[in-house]
């Protein structure tokens, strides 16, 4: 995994529950709420997805880690 995404990921674990900004690659921008946490695995081994969920005006949005420029509070 690369320093940015790691970066990213560590940056949603933190955010996780509160309203925030994210801007996309292709330059847009949705807030909403974040839901994103590590997994615990098999032998207590911890994995970050590599996806988050948003949740926008109620509509739950998949967003690919890779595809974020920023995330923010909101």
Same mark, same amino acid.
């Given at each position: ?10 940056? @949603? ?21 974040? =839901?994103? =946490?590590?997994?615990?695995? =098999? ?16 509509? =739950? ?8 420029? @920023?995330?923010?509070?909101?």
């Amino acid at each position: 995994m690369n320093d940015y995404v790691h970066a990213v990921k560590s940056r @949603a674990v933190e955010l996780h529950g509160t309203t925030v900004s994210v801007e996309l690659s292709g330059g847009k921008t949705l807030v909403g709420t974040l =839901a994103y =946490a590590v997994v615990t695995g =098999a032998g207590g081994l911890q994995r970050y997805p590599d996806v988050l969920t948003l949740t926008v005006s109620t509509k =739950a949005q998949t967003i690919r880690i890779d595809r974020i420029d @920023a995330i923010g509070q909101g």
